[in-house]
């Protein structure tokens, strides 16, 4: 599992303390009960949380795919920009005969 799924842990959080917090605190905020503020607070929070998590996963998806077509026979990178691999697959051709 990626540590930045770990994130998304938070919201689930933030909902159990403002929970918590609604029973002793009663003031009004931008016009709403605090618990309704505190709800919006949190949705708005997961919209972002989740957001950061699917940005940092497609991210490095894309990068792992790039990698793989990297690595795929005849790519520069799986025979090596200056033709080593192919050197050493002819000596070793050559040494087998």
């Known amino acids: 599992m990626k540590k930045i799924y770990l ?28 618990m309704l503020a505190w709800v919006v607070g949190s949705v708005l929070l997961t919209a972002v949380v989740m957001q950061i998590i699917y940005w ?3 991210r490095s ?6 990698l793989a077509s990297a690595a795929e026979p005849g790519s520069d990178l799986a ?19």
């Open 79 to 97: 025979s090596g920009s200056d033709g080593m691999s192919e050197r050493v697959s002819n000596l070793t051709r050559d040494i087998a005969s």
């Open 56 to 58: 940092v996963d497609t």
């Open 7 to 34: 994130l998304g842990a938070v919201p689930p959080a933030v909902n159990v303390v403002g929970a918590c917090l609604s029973q002793s605190a009663r003031p009004y905020i931008a016009g709403m009960p605090f």
């Open 61 to 66: 998806s894309h990068r792992a795919s790039r």
